[in-house]
């Protein structure tokens, strides 16, 4: 069973900058992150291709936040900057052996972590 393991959550005030980081078990092709808050769907905010050549961002967070990847470690990052109140919520690592398709569905990522929070503070 693959296994995704978040870490970098945290507080933090609203401009300031946080690092996630998600160790996978094995290698995957397509892997994103995702978000949710409580009483809401959970979207996504970004993906990134097997070669990490190609990333699509949800468009609040494009230019604020980056997605990476690093294939030896088998490890994904999102670095989020010029962080806002409405960033505050659960993160998910989230990845595939398929590869990564527009629309973005989160139907199509087979496994999960466990979430890590990210709290922004007005």
Known sequence: QVQLV??????????G????SCQASESMRCMGWFRQVP????EEVAIIATRGDNTH????????????RDNAKNTLSL??????????AVYYC?????TCRIP??????AFWGQGTQVTVSS
């Open 6 to 15: 978040e870490s970098g959550g945290g507080s933090v005030e609203a401009g």
């Open 17 to 20: 900058s946080l690092r996630l």
């Open 39 to 42: 009483g809401k769907e959970r």
């Open 57 to 68: 961002y949800t468009a609040s967070v494009r230019g604020r936040f980056t997605i990476s």
């Open 79 to 88: 670095q989020m900057n010029s962080l806002k109140s409405e960033d505050t």
């Open 94 to 98: 989230a990845a595939d052996r398929s």
């Open 104 to 109: 973005i569905k989160l139907d199509r990522f």
